[in-house]
């Protein structure tokens, strides 16, 4: 093969109505943090790169495939969630139809959970790259490029005749402060053309980051196939010189943390507060806790730093399914986190899953009256969904019926229903919790106050109120 110089990476065609059924109006538009990451060692590595945010813009097929033809890659990888993964493999036929003799490299958590059944149904993936994909990409492209053997590269699934090879796992990346800044210059219209859901930011332009990869936790839905369970960290100053860059080259003034875990390291988080609150920027942010790792004191240093708001995962509010999904938090603790929380000044949300095996009407009772007790201002409600890579994949039918659809893993559809209920009863009680939740005085007036204090966010929250409307009707 010749050597590689342009490589194309692609973010899949996936509206967001398969992404966010009703709710798609209020759905996020914001990039693949990880194409970002490949595309920078790529072109550390001398190739030159272009980013395809296929999802991210809206784009269809053919667009997708003009793109391609039009920039003539040598190399193509795509990523995809199980949701996405037809979607992928239609991007790998247009690749093999526009492109003859180009490989289409399959990445992401899915083919990183399940490669052999993966490359075993969609024959247009060439090689599957498993798990944490930087490392895997260099090597990679130097062997394709010097005729070296494959089958050397560790992290690759790759074809054998009628079998499927697997390499080997790669070692995760220890010092993550190795890797080069996102390749944020290389979507255009960046960050203008990508936003938040509308209950995600308080300004705009927005950007989304991950300071950390990896979750020490070991519950039964999660699938932590791709960044493993040791939690690794960028350093401090590594994250504020990210943060500096967004802000100085591309005006961002909010940010979304994505991190499993951001509040794992309490040292680092306070550095991080340190250096946002000392910089002037006047950034406005918001991340995702959990809440056995704050305390009083760290978050007011969070809230001094300018972050508004705190997600948790809740999950229910049945201790005894909290315990069976090895959650390890107790609901008093619960309690407790969102009440310091509150008491700094910043908004919390509870993220909320119904379904979970020897859930019965009872138990989902707890829950929705649990989100209605407690000091949340927000939040999201899924129906349990037992993706490749979690425990529950592998033991989902012991516990009641387990519908295998790829293409209907979107955390909203109903693919799993316990032994004790009925697909009507899930679909019943999530419209129920958020009516419920969302319906009461105190909680329409926060949102009033919210627009008295930021009027520019009345086209977004229109368009997220008639998303709910839809989402939680009888219809």
Request: contains cysteine; proline residues 5%; hydrophobic residues 40%.
């Amino acid at each position: 093969m010749n050597k590689i110089k342009k490589i194309a990476l692609v973010s899949p065609p996936s509206s967001l109505e398969e992404r966010y059924g009703k709710f798609a109006a209020a759905g996020s538009t914001m990039p693949s943090l990880g194409l970002l990451s490949l595309a920078a060692v790529a072109m550390r590595a001398g190739v030159d790169v272009k980013i395809i945010e296929a999802a991210a813009y809206g784009m269809s097929h053919d667009e997708v495939t003009d793109q391609l033809a039009l920039y003539q890659p040598d190399l193509v990888g795509i990523t995809a969630t199980t949701l996405s993964i037809f979607h992928a493999h239609e991007t790998a036929e247009a690749v093999h139809q526009a492109l003859p003799g180009v490989l289409a490299v399959i990445g992401g958590p899915h083919v990183s959970a399940v490669p052999e059944e993966t490359l075993t149904r969609f024959p247009h993936f060439d090689i599957a790259a498993l798990g944490e994909g930087e490392a895997t990409l260099v090597e990679l492209i130097e062997a394709l490029s010097e005729g070296k053997k494959l089958s050397a590269v560790r992290g690759l699934a790759l074809r054998n005749e009628n079998e499927i090879l697997l390499t080997g796992p790669r070692e995760k990346i220890k010092d993550l402060d190795s890797l080069p800044l996102p390749a944020w210059g290389l979507l255009p219209g960046f960050p203008a053309r990508f936003r938040p859901a509308p209950f995600r930011y308080r300004q705009l332009p927005a950007a989304t980051l991950v300071s950390s990869r990896g979750c020490p936790n070991n519950c039964l839905f999660c699938d932590r196939t791709v960044f493993g369970r040791a939690c690794r960290m960028f350093s401090a100053e590594y994250v504020l010189e990210m943060i500096g860059r967004l802000h100085k080259d591309y005006g961002v003034r909010e940010l979304v943390f994505e991190d499993d875990t951001f509040v794992v390291n309490k040292p680092r988080v306070l550095k991080i507060c340190e250096g946002i609150r000392k910089s002037g920027w006047g950034l406005t942010w918001s991340c995702l806790g959990r809440v056995d790792m704050v305390s009083p004191e760290l978050l007011k240093e969070m809230r001094r730093a300018g972050c508004w708001q705190i997600g948790y995962g809740v999950e229910s509010g049945d201790q005894s399914i909290l315990d069976l999904v090895e959650k390890k938090i107790k609901l008093e603790r619960v309690r407790q986190a969102l009440a310091w929380t509150k008491e700094t000044g910043m908004m919390t949300k509870g993220f909320f899953i119904l379904g979970f095996p020897t859930e019965t009407k009872e138990t989902m009772q707890k829950t929705i009256d649990f989100a209605k007790s407690n000091a949340l201002d927000d939040i999201s409600v899924f129906k349990l969904t037992p993706l490749p890579g979690s425990r529950i994949y592998e033991i989902a039918h012991e516990y009641g019926s387990f519908d295998n659809d790829w293409r209907k893993m979107n955390l909203l559809d109903a693919v799993f229903v316990p032994k004790d209920l009925k697909k009507e009863d899930l679909d019943d009680a999530a419209k129920r919790m958020m009516r419920e939740f969302y319906m009461r005085p105190k909680v329409i007036l926060s949102y009033l106050m919210r627009l008295l204090r930021n009027p520019s966010h009345v086209l977004p929250l229109l368009k997220g109120f008639l998303a709910f409307r839809r989402a939680v009707s009888n219809s």
